[in-house]
């Protein structure tokens, strides 16, 4: 059973998953984050590459650093919608 298709977050991940979670649910976070990026992922006491890579928005190091591919997919996609907001339709 070590092929299983989907692989629970090492805890190590914990600080990284919680950015990207507050990233994508709570709109004040978001806006801290869209005005200043290494602020916000400093007061999510984020480790150097950890903030290195979402700053850069590399998906590919974030998940194998164990941050959870949706959490990775919602916090890019909310922070498209406000950088590009007329790239999206609201619904």
Do not use: I, W
């Not at 600080?15 to 994508?24: G, I, P, S, V």
């Not at 590399?58 to 890019?76: C, E, I, K, T």
Request: aromatic residues 12%; hydrophobic residues 40%; neutral net charge.
């Amino acid at each position: 059973m070590n092929d299983l298709h989907y692989r629970f977050p090492p805890a190590s991940a914990y600080r990284l998953n919680r950015c990207l979670f507050a990233m994508k649910s709570d709109p004040e976070f978001l806006s801290r984050y869209l005005a200043d990026p290494k602020t916000a992922a400093a007061e999510m006491k984020l480790s150097e590459d950890e903030s290195r890579d979402l700053l850069a928005a590399n998906r590919d190091a974030m998940v194998a650093r164990g941050a959870h591919p949706y959490l990775v997919f919602m916090a890019s996609l909310r922070v498209r919608m406000e950088r590009e907001p007329s790239q999206f339709e609201y619904f």
